[in-house]
């Protein structure tokens, strides 16, 4: 009869332990997504933010320009 209860042990531990990592090999997939996810907007993120320190440079350097030209033109009387 022990041998019967071993056998039947061993098996459940065995179930107990496949449900186990089941488990978490579906946590850990879950993780993984959730992650690639932040990463993705995190990096469609950043190229917004170029795009606009882009933009911004662009609109200094057209000020830069017009006042260095203003400038000029006072000093100078020419264009």
């Known amino acids: 009869m ?18 186990l990592s089941k488990a978490i090999q579906q946590r850990d997939a879950k993780f993984r997504e959730e992650e690639t996810r932040m990463i993705q ?22 000020r830069s320009e017009r006042t260095s030209a203003s400038k000029e033109y006072r000093t100078t009387g020419k264009e």
Not at 6 to 15: D, G, P
Not at 41 to 62: K, Q
Request: charged share 20%; net charge negative; no cysteine.
């Open 41 to 62: 907007e995190i990096h469609h993120n950043l190229l917004r933010m170029e795009e606009r320190v882009e933009a911004l440079e662009t609109i200094l350097l057209d």
């Open 2 to 19: 022990s041998t019967y209860m071993f056998i039947f042990l061993v098996i459940l531990l065995a179930l107990a332990y496949s449900l």
